[in-house]
């Protein structure tokens, strides 16, 4: 039996609702950029989500606003900004930095956008 954290931050069996994987971080050290690492990582990513007995229907995640090559990227992978949260970052300096929610859905359930 698989538990899964839910929408609403609840701890809940993996077969009740809809289920998503989030992606908390995804590095690639900059001299080894630009050699398909990240893609790969994505494309190996999304074929164990497809294989997994647990019902997934998206894949999310949150990026700085101001990081438009990663943005960039995600977009390319098929997500779209779903939301803009103020202050979700809090930055070396102290300061705070805005956040986009990115979506993708898997298995072209796009009606899981909404």
Known sequence: MA?????KNEITNAKEDKKFVHLMIILVLEKYR???IASQIFEELENLIKNSEIPLDRIQLHVLKDNTPAI??????GFVIKEEIKDYYTLDN???GTA?????????????LK
């Open 34 to 36: 630009r050699y398909q």
């Open 100 to 112: 986009l929610l990115m979506v993708k859905p898997i298995l072209g359930k796009e009606n899981n």
């Open 94 to 96: 102290g300061d705070t």
């Open 72 to 77: 960039e990227f995600y977009m390319k992978k």
């Open 3 to 7: 538990w899964i954290e839910n929408e």
